[in-house]
């Protein structure tokens, strides 16, 4: 029987915490952030955990590897 692969692209983009949780990173924070107000920039920095729903999709597809 085969195993199930580990989604490399998931795993660079998201990981878990020790509670389950799932992080990643804001999108809109790589470029063109001139045109985007002082507040909003400032809401985007550091992570923000994914909703309930979409963390079972991620870990599912993550396997083992939280990180």
């Known amino acids: 029987m085969p195993k199930q692969k580990t989604h ?4 660079k983009r998201f990981r878990v ?3 389950g949780k799932v992080k990643h ?3 809109g924070t790589s470029h063109l952030a001139q ?6 920039r ?3 920095r550091g992570t ?3 909703e309930a ?5 991620v870990i ?3 396997g083992k590897h939280s990180y």
């Open 8 to 11: 490399k692209g998931t795993k």
């Open 17 to 19: 915490t020790a509670n």
């Open 25 to 27: 990173r804001s999108a």
């Open 35 to 40: 045109r985007k107000s002082h507040k909003r």
């Open 42 to 44: 400032r809401n985007l």
């Open 48 to 50: 923000t955990t994914v």
């Open 53 to 57: 729903v979409e963390a079972k999709k």
């Open 60 to 62: 599912a597809v993550l």
